[in-house]
């Protein structure tokens, strides 16, 4: 069956960096879009950043435009995304989703704080 689990997640202070990770199973993470997004507390989950099937093609939010990066590996079936400069507003739980098969990951809370 499809699986994401998300990892990665943890307290760090503004200005430092964190890598998620998103490994999938039961599909392959090359031949879907995949996404993350994010859900701040008593905030609506939002899209912070889409990679296209079958290329390199990246798509992000202007709030992490050039802070953060999706990549994935297809050789371990998972998806990154990089998170530089972290800011307060970046603390959110972390979603992991695969447009294809509509599924989502359990999430990976991320706290920014000093």
């Known amino acids: 069956q499809v699986q994401l689990v998300e990892s990665g997640g943890a307290l760090v202070q503004p200005g430092e960096s964190l890598r998620l990770s998103c490994a999938a199973s039961?599909?392959?993470?090359?031949?879907?879009?995949m996404s993350w997004y994010r859900q701040p507390p008593g905030k609506e989950r939002e899209v912070v950043a889409t990679?296209?099937?079958?290329?390199?093609?990246?798509v992000y939010a202007n709030s992490v435009k050039g802070r953060f990066t999706i990549s994935r590996d297809n050789a371990e079936n998972t998806v990154y995304l990089q998170m530089n400069s972290l800011k307060p507003e970046d603390s959110a739980v972390y979603y992991c989703?695969?447009?294809?098969?509509?599924?989502w990951g359990q999430g990976t809370q991320v706290t920014v704080s000093s």
């Open positions: 990679i296209a099937p079958s290329s390199r093609s990246t």
């Open positions: 039961g599909f392959t993470v090359h031949r879907s879009g």
């Open positions: 989703y695969s447009t294809y098969w509509r599924a």
